[in-house]
């Protein structure tokens, strides 16, 4: 079939009273953006979006279109003369193609030329009638169809679809306000992202960094996911904040017992993820914890760790299993990269026997311990933080630097 438009909706958005116009400017803007470089028109009707495809090829609209939140289904759309034998036949091959076993199917009608000499009911009947008496595995049911054709006639031609396929969802990134990622370089965090995203909250980035304790092909890997991200992303760039956490990392092995060494450390993150999230006017944290995946993710360890901020901590993934999560992770496109087996500051060197019902008191007894205030304070200070594009072609080890150096030096270019 030639399509010629694809119809996308947008669901439940239409439901947001006064913030409807600001949604619908920030979907539209966020459409155009994702559209770059191809060939279509895009137009904001109402309650919809037509593409017109113009040359371009469908497919490669559609990966494009699941790269905006805040769509719900799209449809593809075909376009015949406003002849009713012309629609007929047109209504005949969709349906052919479409469907190639027993069904019921049920065909609706509307007409935005009122001039049109027939009215739509009349239509209906004619293209029902004439589909069914050709395509001998249809059945009409008008209360519960397994697939509807819809025709429109406009003023320049009928416009025929009668497929329907689920989009992103959720509303276009960036009106729900701005969160802090906590980003490693695993499977969950990254998809924790993408789904606050999806759920429009535009994103920076927070990763916290022990290098030389760890490689720097980890910390690439970060700044890879960051890429991968980016294309969700309004004007498909995200702030990235690396964290020198090496000297919290050592003092917490040098004087905290090796069962709490964890949940300290968590306690450290979630200390320096308020501080910058305040500073970089961010209205939540986000991570990838997941309830009972790990000892630092029961109730009684988030319990602990959490207690050190009020900020509001999302986590999108907290009743998500596994499989689940992996599955988003792939449809992301980072999954591949998420598995590369580099070590960050949570896998090195990891506690035999870490508490899983670390108690509060115990906890901020020990960080009595150490003067965690002004390392804190520090980490803060002398994070580097750099824009990642989606089409970033930085390379860490490339540059044949330690990671700090690095970051320096594009943080200096960065200003
Ligand atoms: P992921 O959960 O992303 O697969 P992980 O399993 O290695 O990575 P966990 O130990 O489960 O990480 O940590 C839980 C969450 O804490 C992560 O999802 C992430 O949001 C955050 N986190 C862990 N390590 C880091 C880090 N080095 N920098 C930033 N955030 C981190
Ligand atoms: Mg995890």
């Given at each position: 079939?030639?399509?010629?438009?694809?119809?996308?909706?947008?669901?439940?958005?239409?439901?947001?009273?006064?913030?409807?116009?600001?949604?619908?400017?920030?979907?539209?803007?966020?459409?155009?953006?994702?559209?770059?470089?191809?060939?279509?028109?895009?137009?904001?009707?109402?309650?919809?979006?037509?593409?017109?495809?113009?040359?371009?090829?469908?497919?490669?609209?559609?990966?494009?279109?699941?790269?905006?939140?805040?769509?719900?289904?799209?449809?593809?759309?075909?376009?015949?003369?406003?002849?009713?034998?012309?629609?007929?036949?047109?209504?005949?091959?969709?349906?052919?193609?479409?469907?190639?076993?027993?069904?019921?199917?049920?065909?609706?009608?509307?007409?935005?030329?009122?001039?049109?000499?027939?009215?739509?009911?009349?239509?209906?009947?004619?293209?029902?009638?004439?589909?069914?008496?050709?395509?001998?595995?249809?059945?009409?049911?008008?209360?519960?169809?397994?697939?509807?054709?819809?025709?429109?006639?406009?003023?320049?031609?009928?416009?025929?679809?009668?497929?329907?396929?689920?989009?992103?969802?959720?509303?276009?990134?960036?009106?729900?306000?701005?969160?802090?990622?906590?980003?490693?370089?695993?499977i969950d965090?990254p998809v924790?992202?993408?789904?606050?995203?999806?759920?429009?909250?535009?994103?920076?980035?927070?990763?916290?960094?022990?290098?030389?304790?760890?490689?720097?092909?980890?910390?690439?890997?970060?700044?890879?996911?960051?890429?991968?991200?980016?294309?969700?992303?309004?004007?498909?760039?995200?702030?990235?904040?690396?964290?020198?956490?090496?000297?919290?990392?050592?003092?917490?092995?040098?004087?905290?017992?090796?069962?709490?060494?964890?949940?300290?450390?968590?306690?450290?993150?979630?200390?320096?993820?308020?501080?910058?999230?305040?500073?970089?006017?961010?209205?939540?944290?986000?991570?990838?914890?997941?309830?009972?995946?790990?000892?630092?993710?029961?109730?009684?360890?988030?319990?602990?760790?959490?207690?050190?901020?009020?900020?509001?901590?999302?986590?999108?993934?907290?009743?998500?299993?596994?499989?689940?999560i992996i599955k988003i992770s792939r449809d992301i496109d980072c999954y591949?990269?998420s598995?590369?087996?580099?070590?960050?500051?949570?896998?090195?060197?990891?506690?035999?026997?870490?508490?899983?019902?670390?108690?509060?008191?115990?906890?901020?007894?020990?960080?009595?311990?150490?003067?965690?205030?002004?390392?804190?304070?520090?980490?803060?200070?002398?994070?580097?933080?750099?824009?990642?594009?989606?089409?970033?072609?930085?390379?860490?080890?490339?540059?044949?630097?330690?990671?700090?150096?690095?970051?320096?030096?594009?943080?200096?270019?960065?200003?």
């Open positions: 079939m030639m399509y010629k438009e694809i119809l996308v909706r947008f669901g439940d958005l239409t439901l947001k009273g006064k913030n409807q116009n600001f949604f619908l400017k920030s979907l539209f803007k966020l459409m155009k953006l994702k559209m770059e470089g191809l060939n279509v028109d895009v137009e904001n009707q109402h309650d919809r979006i037509f593409i017109h495809l113009n040359d371009e090829n469908p497919e490669e609209v559609i990966k494009r279109l699941f790269l905006v939140s805040g769509v719900s289904s799209y449809s593809l759309v075909v376009k015949c003369s406003t002849d009713l034998q012309d629609i007929k036949e047109t209504s005949l091959k969709l349906m052919e193609e479409k469907v190639k076993s027993e069904t019921t199917f049920k065909v609706n009608v509307k007409r935005s030329n009122k001039d049109y000499p027939m009215k739509s009911p009349e239509v209906t009947k004619a293209v029902s009638g004439f589909v069914l008496s050709h395509h001998k595995l249809l059945k009409v049911d008008v209360h519960n169809p397994s697939v509807e054709l819809d025709i429109e006639i406009r003023r320049d031609g009928a416009y025929l679809y009668n497929t329907h396929d689920r989009l992103l969802g959720g509303y276009p990134v960036g009106v729900a306000g701005k969160g802090l990622l906590m980003l490693s370089g695993g965090s924790a992202g993408f789904m606050a995203m999806k759920q429009g909250v535009e994103i920076e980035c927070i990763h916290f960094e022990s290098t030389p304790l760890t490689s720097i092909e980890s910390a690439q890997k970060v700044v890879d996911l960051v890429k991968k991200l980016a294309k969700y992303a309004p004007n498909n760039k995200i702030n990235l904040h690396m964290v020198p956490f090496k000297e919290i990392h050592v003092k917490l092995l040098e004087n905290i017992p090796e069962s709490y060494n964890i949940t300290i450390m968590r306690r450290m993150m979630y200390r320096i993820a308020t501080l910058l999230a305040i500073k970089k006017g961010c209205l939540a944290i986000i991570n990838g914890e997941s309830v009972g995946q790990v000892a630092s993710q029961t109730l009684g360890s988030m319990y602990t760790i959490n207690s050190v901020t009020s900020f509001p901590i999302l986590r999108p993934l907290c009743t998500y299993d596994k499989q689940d591949d990269l598995i590369k087996p580099f070590e960050d500051c949570c896998t090195v060197y990891v506690p035999k026997a870490p508490a899983t019902a670390p108690k509060l008191e115990k906890a901020q007894l020990f960080e009595q311990m150490f003067d965690f205030e002004t390392m804190v304070a520090w980490a803060v200070e002398n994070t580097n933080s750099i824009i990642i594009d989606k089409d970033s072609d930085l390379n860490l080890p490339d540059l044949g630097l330690e990671v700090r150096e690095v970051l320096q030096e594009l943080k200096k270019n960065n200003q």
